[in-house]
């Protein structure tokens, strides 16, 4: 990934990629669920990929926390990487997957709210200030490196106070995705509604009071996922069996991408093409990916959770390559319920039982898929 040190966005250094050093191949060119020709859509596949926001090493913002660091550079890489990916979630929230910027173009208002959401200042959702100040409750000093684990968490915090966005942040442990669990985290109003029909036996005027009482926003169908799922694919590198099923989520219309890296170095990867995965804001690159950690995808509704469950059952059936994470209906017996350690509003019993599941410490790991 290439250094950008000033402290502000452009795209029109994108341009430096060569991107007539992009291969010609006839293999197919997937990017984060969009399948290209690399013979005859260079263009479609260079508009996407500038669609994509690129955050990266800046310098001379204001002090985090006010005597900190002024600059992210040698520590915030796997920072940069989670904003990435986050913003791609932002994207397909409030523009949809196939909005593409346009250079010369007045940018929409939309586009614009994003950006702010990451500006390197204090008040904005996600800046390098938020990520850094909250990751000191994961045990991380400011200024230190973080896993992509500990950046999800992260993540999953800060969301909570983008009520424009309303997304769930959620990060599924035990390499376990637990249907039931999401779909009450996404909908809300489901426990209200039980609740109140537990209460009053049952609705009134074809309502039930509790779930009348709640506000339009609380009883809004779906609210959008952010699902980030911890693997561990390997140990020094990938295990090569999973090379398949890696290829294969990124030829999912929900992947957000793939965060890996080492201390002072992560990047962020948005498909492949052939044994070269993309790299974002780069071209392709045969690179060591080594373990994987979370795997990240975005639902918009709830149709398209339900897609997703679909797609990864279909995955799990297929020859050729080993499934990375488990896709259940209910909670297995197993697993320790979050909702049943009565967490304080710190979320600090989870933030715990998370950390014990955390394997962020080997040297390299991988967040999302």
């Known amino acids: 990934m290439a250094v950008c040190l000033a402290a502000t966005l452009t795209y029109d250094t994108l341009r430096f990629g060569e991107f007539e050093d992009f291969p010609e191949t006839s293999e197919p060119v997937w990017i984060l669920g969009k399948n290209y020709n690399a013979l005859t859509e ?94 000191v409750g994961e045990g991380k000093p400011i200024g230190q490196w973080y896993g992509p684990n500990t950046v999800a968490q992260v993540l999953k915090k800060l969301a909570v106070f983008d009520t424009w966005s309303r997304l769930v942040v959620h990060v599924a442990m035990d390499n376990t995705v637990v249907i039931e669990e999401i779909k009450r985290l996404c909908m809300p109003w489901l426990d209200a509604a039980e609740s109140a029909e537990a209460a009053v036996g049952g609705g009134v005027n074809g309502c039930l009071e509790g ?93 398209e959770f339900d897609d997703w469950c679909m797609r990864i059952r279909r995955l799990s059936c297929k020859r050729g390559g080993l499934p990375m994470f488990e896709l259940v209906d209910s909670q297995p017996s197993h697993m320790v319920s979050v909702d049943a350690l009565n967490l304080t509003p710190d979320f600090s019993d989870s933030d715990r039982l998370e950390r014990f599941f955390d394997s962020e410490d080997e040297e390299f790991e991988i967040l999302s898929l």
């Open 42 to 135: 260079k263009e479609d596949i260079l508009s996407d990929i500038t669609s994509r926001l690129w955050f990266t090493y800046r310098k001379n913002f204001p002090p985090i926390g006010g005597t900190g660091p002024t600059s992210d550079t040698g520590w915030g890489c796997m920072l940069r990487c989670g904003q990435m990916i986050l913003g791609e979630a932002l994207l397909c929230r409030h523009l949809g997957r196939d909005w593409r910027w346009a250079q010369g173009q007045k940018p929409r208002e939309e586009y614009i709210s994003i950006l702010n959401a990451f500006i390197d200042k204090k008040d904005s959702y996600y800046s390098i200030h938020q990520i850094a100040q909250m990751g």
């Open 211 to 303: 779930a009348c009482a709640l506000s339009e926003e609380e009883t809004a169908l779906w609210r959008p996922l952010v699902l980030l799922i911890p693997l561990r694919l390997g140990l020094s590198d990938i295990n090569e069996a999973y090379i398949e099923t890696l290829k294969q989520c990124f030829m999912l219309p929900q992947s957000l991408g793939v965060i890996g890296g080492k201390p002072n170095s992560a990047h962020y990867f948005i498909g492949y093409v052939g044994t070269c995965f993309l790299h974002s804001f780069s071209f392709p690159l045969q690179l060591s990916i080594g373990t994987l950690t979370p795997a990240g995808f975005f639902c918009r509704t709830e149709d």
